[in-house]
T-cell receptor
Framework: QQQVKQSPQSLIVQKGGISIINCAYENTAFDYFPWYQQFPGKGPALLIAIRPDVSEKKEGRFTISFNKSAKQFSLHIMDSQPGDSATYFC??????????FGTGTRLTIIP | EPEVTQTPSHQVTQMGQEVILRCVPISNHLYFYWYRQILGQKVEFLVSFYNNEISEKSEIFDDQFSVERPDGSNFTLKIRSTKLEDSAMYFCASFPRTGGAEAFFGQGTRLTVV
């Protein structure tokens, strides 16, 4: 029940396109859903996060869509750029408890 | 911008040896975590630490692991007798006082057990 499932495992998108990564969770007690971006050799860095009381959050080119009834949330990267090439992890948590991470998506933006 | 600092960045050790991984969390944070990431795999929770004691630990965090905050600033992870399968990136993370907000991760320590 603690799992967070993430897809796809890898994604190749042309520059300027939209990158979409999906996650699904099981534990309805989760109340905070962050996305982390990780470059090779670096730690995960918070990109954007959402709480279940809203269905969408947008920060620049990054948008989280949240579907509470389906227990799913997704990250959309608009106008994808080569600098967005990284591994993206969705995560979920309740309060100050541990983050439960998805399995990660390796995103590659090609010119 | 405040950051979580980890040392060393890379540690190579022989199987059976003890290692200590060090972390300096952000100064006003109260919740501290260790995670690990085996190469190419997902980030896994090891242990959480609050108010100078372990608040939760995973099944990975067995008797060979320990954590402490020896001087009120540093936060350490000790692996008593390393095994080959302990080779991974180890990340320290801290949460701010208010809690429920984003975790700040360090750059990680790459542990290689040979």
């Amino acid at each position: 029940q603690q799992q967070v499932k993430q897809s796809p495992q890898s994604l190749i998108v042309q520059k300027g396109g939209i990158s979409i990564i999906n996650c699904a969770y099981e534990n309805t007690a989760f109340d905070y859903f962050p996305w982390y971006q990780q470059f090779p050799g670096k730690g995960p860095a918070l990109l954007i996060a959402i709480r279940p009381d809203v269905s969408e959050k947008k920060e620049g080119r990054f948008t989280i869509s949240f579907n509470k009834s389906a227990k799913q949330f997704s990250l959309h990267i608009m106008d994808s750029q080569p600098g967005d090439s990284a591994t993206y992890f969705c995560a979920a948590t309740k309060g100050n408890e541990k983050l439960t991470f998805g399995t990660g998506t390796r995103l590659t933006i090609i010119p | 911008e405040p950051e979580v600092t980890q040392t060393p960045s890379h540690q190579v050790t022989q199987m059976g040896q003890e290692v200590i991984l060090r972390c300096v969390p952000i100064s006003n944070h109260l919740y501290f975590y260790w995670y690990r990431q085996i190469l190419g795999q997902k980030v896994e929770f090891l242990v959480s630490f609050y108010n100078n004691e372990i608040s939760e630990k995973s099944e990975i965090f067995d008797d060979q692991f320990s954590v402490e905050r020896p001087d009120g600033s540093n936060f350490t992870l000790k692996i008593r007798s390393t095994k080959l399968e302990d080779s991974a990136m180890y990340f320290c993370a801290s949460f701010p006082r208010t809690g429920g907000a984003e975790a700040f991760f360090g750059q990680g320590t790459r542990l290689t057990v040979v």
